[in-house]
């Protein structure tokens, strides 16, 4: 990450974007917030229920009875994962959705001060329009194998592959016409070369952000949602400041 920019500027200038503009902000992440609230509540009300109607006996026997429902709340947890979250579809629909946002925030932050962004709520659905679709899908299809059998081999470097293509639908959007479908994976790597550990460390800075949302029941989601999104873009625009920095100084 270039030294003159710490993570507290790249988020000081997420919040400086939403400042004074939170309506733009909301409308453009409605959708990640809305449901990512109600799927806290909705999960937090299970618990609950669970816990309520489990069957109270002070006798040892009873460790059975625990274990089981423990075992219960696991299989149901994994089976409505499986079913939402967990298929192919569902990543691809999530996909298309935060890439769409991404993207907005990005072309948010780069506006002016004085400019805000147009029609914010139809914006976070661009993923889904002929501009992008077939790219994300591709793109989505590509690295999802890359990074599932750095998984199945090896943890770390299915962590290494997932930091390295944090960025690519944004650099799709910058340069995709350059670059092509294929070629934007090597670019991905490339771009990220020195920065998936700053990367890293930056998303693990917002780990209190996740516990306060689930605290409130994801209504801290309302404002953390956008300024995450707003604070990744600004990481991803350092970064291409820092390369157009770089190459200057070589071509001089």
């Known amino acids: 990450m270039n030294e003159k920019v710490s993570r507290a500027d ?25 449901f990512t609230v109600l799927a806290i509540i909705l999960w937090t009300l299970l618990v609950v229920a669970i816990v309520m109607f489990m069957p ?16 219960y709340v696991n299989d149901t947890v994994q089976q409505n994962s499986g079913q939402w979250f967990g298929t192919f579809i569902g990543a691809l629909i999530n996909t298309l959705l935060t890439a769409g946002i991404s993207i907005a925030s990005l072309s948010w932050l780069r506006l002016p001060k004085d400019e805000t962004l147009n ?21 989505f299809i590509i690295t999802s194998v890359l990074t599932y059998f750095g998984y199945f081999l090896l943890i770390i470097p299915g962590i290494i592959l997932s930091l390295a293509f944090q960025p690519i639908y944004l650099l799709y959007s910058d340069e ?36 306060g949302m689930f605290l409130t029941a994801g209504l801290l989601g309302i404002y953390f949602i956008p300024y995450h999104n707003l ?16 190459e200057a100084q070589v071509a001089a």
Do not use: C
Not at 19 to 24: I, S
Not at 231 to 246: G, M
């Open 10 to 34: 790249l988020k000081k200038q997420a919040k400086a974007k939403m400042r004074g503009d939170f309506g733009t902000a909301f409308k453009l992440n409605s959708i990640p917030i809305i």
């Open 56 to 71: 109270i006996d002070k006798n040892a026997s009873n460790i059975n009875s625990a274990a089981s429902a423990q075992q």
């Open 119 to 139: 029609k914010p709520f139809v914006k976070q659905f661009q993923g889904f329009t002929s501009d992008y679709f077939v790219a994300i899908l591709i793109i």
């Open 176 to 211: 995709g016409d350059n670059y092509g479908y294929f070629n934007i994976i090597g670019r991905s790597w490339r771009f990220m070369k020195g920065h998936k550990f700053d990367l890293f460390v930056f998303q693990l800075s917002f780990i209190f952000w996740y516990l």
């Open 231 to 246: 604070a990744l873009a600004a990481f991803y625009d350092n970064i291409v400041k820092e390369n157009r920095l770089n």
